[in-house]
């Protein structure tokens, strides 16, 4: 995995499916500020639109990089539950539903 800072500066940016939920919309929004509060710097929040899996980026919920790795581990979870997993240099945060997410 790369570093997620180096020299004050990220590649990293947060990943939303293109048609989130508003609770995933919040979600990103909520780690773009407490990220920038951390380290003052701003991830910007882009769609999946277009993407493939294997770049910098915290995932958040069900989007097009979710890969069956990742979905084969939210099996058995409650629906306020969630899983945190690096795969590559994306850092997946997904839920088995979108409050999961939060």
Known sequence: MAEII?????????????NAESIERNAAKELQD???EATELELPIISDAGLTAGGKYFSIGQNKLVTSQVKGELA????????IKTVGDTIY???PIAHGSL
Request: zero cysteines; proline letters at 0%.
């Open 76 to 83: 058995g979870l409650k629906d306020q539950g969630y899983i």
């Open 6 to 18: 180096n020299k004050a500066k990220t590649e990293y940016k947060i990943v939303i499916a293109e």
């Open 34 to 36: 407490f990220f920038e």
């Open 93 to 95: 945060l997904i839920g």
